[in-house]
């Protein structure tokens, strides 16, 4: 019975997140009715957990249910105020019968593959949650890191940079540097229930896991079309290592699933031709990429630089084609960096007064770089020869060379250059830099893959698509925002 906590402790933050990308959309919904709850409710806990954070570090205010329940439910009062006086009853699109439309297109044999693939895709989840649910983590950060610090911060009742294991004297771990949100949402999942529950706690998890299904299965969605969606979310649930980090308790799907959310909404705002729908979904994409911030150190100094990359040349393209006005693109760059700010400051400030490093856990000052022998042979392996990616990789590889037009001059470069650039910049620190450890010890290099699954899932579904049906090539970057925003 105690795992009823983990829909419960989830309820207002899913709520806050679906009032905030509401509030965002303002009189241009462009997110279809479910598609909305899973954005809402994966950018909803981040925000949360930082509203605690900043809560606790600027006012005291306690880890403790009281406390929890009181900021989260201030921040659902102080969007939820807003909402309901400027967007609640306001016009929308109707509801239309688009999943039932979509559903009825296909022909019967694909009906039934999806249907087959997807009572797969349940047993296999269903399968790994138990485990997840019945057993006490033990892998490395699933102990000393993620569940440890939540135990830590729901015990003492504040963030807490010091460990069990450290004396008072001692300075923060590096485990400490990382963004508390994984941990919080675990303390505040035990301060709900009363009690530290491993169970409970390891669930959110797998919460995680299914977001990242969920927004890859409506990202392919306005790519490809619903059965190639259907395709596309199969080869991620099915990949060994995601499925194995997704229903234990690690932190990377937990940021795939943000990678996936900011880049997608910038995506869909590439694809747009109308500019009321661009300017939304790049309101979206800056918050969704504002809370990547708060997810792990990797995102603030590997994938945010790249992010904002794809979206200057975004906006500059949309300017080009008359997509948006001057005026829309400046607009949207006030957007990005009020809510970057937002969040970078308080953290970056955090992080600086109490001295924890911007590195994976490990400080990035005074690297020696140096070349790093067998790097490549264990990079090799890893990525083609141990299973951990089943196909995925070399089919990514072939449909790049193949499908090239599409893959760099469509919007699709959006994710494609997202998914070369910081791939490389990995692979250059793993070569380069005494972090090659991290690569031939099939660490590091194995969760940077992990991260970018999504992205890569996406892409080369999308270009399968246009390989098995050619037409899709064609409307690539045709949005068909209008038919979903209802469903």
């Avoid at 600027?58 to 967007?87: Q, R």
């Avoid at 990242?212 to 060994?240: E, H, N, Q, S």
């Avoid at 089943?390 to 037009?405: G, H």
Wanted: proline share 5%; net charge positive; glycine share 8%.
């Amino acid at each position: 019975m105690i795992l009823i906590w983990l829909p419960l402790g989830l309820a207002l933050p899913a709520l806050a997140g679906w009032l905030a990308v509401r509030l965002l959309e303002w009189r241009t919904p462009v997110l279809g009715v479910s598609e909305r709850w899973f954005y809402g409710a994966l950018l909803g806990i981040t925000l949360a957990m930082f509203a605690a954070f900043l809560a606790n570090i600027l006012f005291g205010a306690p880890f403790t249910s009281i406390g929890f329940a009181a900021i989260e439910g201030a921040l659902v009062l102080a969007l939820g105020i807003p909402y309901w006086f400027f967007i609640h009853g306001s016009s929308g699109p109707a509801r239309d019968a688009s999943w039932r439309a979509d559903w009825r297109s296909l022909s019967q044999p694909r009906r039934w593959l999806l249907i087959i693939l997807g009572c797969w895709i349940l047993l296999r989840i269903a399968l790994a949650t138990t485990v997840l649910l019945t057993t006490p983590p033990y892998f490395d950060d699933t102990l000393n890191n993620w569940n440890v610090r939540g135990k830590v911060f729901y015990v003492t009742e504040t963030l807490t940079l010091q460990l069990p294991s450290q004396r008072p004297t001692d300075p923060p771990a590096g485990t400490s540097s990382y963004p508390p949100t994984v941990s919080l949402t675990k303390a505040s999942l035990a301060a709900f229930a009363g009690e530290w529950n491993e169970g409970l706690v390891n669930g959110i998890h797998i919460v995680w896991f299914l977001l990242a299904l969920g927004i890859l299965f409506f990202t392919l969605r306005r790519m490809a079309g619903l059965f190639w969606a259907g395709i596309g979310a199969y080869m991620l649930a099915v990949l060994p290592l995601y499925l194995i980090h997704g229903t234990n308790a690690y932190g990377d799907v937990f940021l795939s699933a943000h990678l996936l959310g900011a880049a997608a909404l910038i995506l869909h705002a590439l694809c747009e031709n109308d500019r009321r729908r661009a300017a939304v979904f790049l309101r979206l994409g800056a918050f969704a990429t504002a809370m990547l911030v708060f997810t792990k150190n990797e995102a603030l100094v590997m994938y945010l630089p790249v992010l904002l990359l794809i979206t200057v040349m975004g906006l500059l393209l949309l300017r080009l084609k008359s997509t948006l006005t001057t005026h829309d693109a400046m607009m949207a760059v006030g957007w990005f960096a009020v809510l970057l700010l937002a969040v970078a400051i308080p953290w970056i400030g955090f992080k600086w007064m109490h001295g924890l490093t911007f590195g994976n856990a490990k400080g990035i000052a005074g690297i020696e770089i140096a070349w790093q022998p067998m790097v490549l042979t264990a990079v090799f392996v890893n990525t083609f020869f141990e299973g951990n990616w089943l196909l995925l990789y070399p089919l990514l590889i072939i449909l790049l060379v193949l499908r090239w037009r599409q893959a760099f001059l469509s919007p699709l470069l959006a994710f494609t250059a997202l998914f070369c650039i910081v791939y490389a910049g990995q692979l250059l620190i793993f070569l380069f830099t005494p972090l090659s450890t991290e690569a031939l010890m099939q660490t590091g290099y194995a969760r940077g893959l992990i991260q970018l699954a999504p992205v890569a899932v996406v892409i080369a579904t999308t270009l399968l698509s246009t390989v098995l049906e050619p037409e899709k090539g064609k409307g690539i970057d045709r949005s068909d925002g209008d038919k979903l925003t209802a469903a």
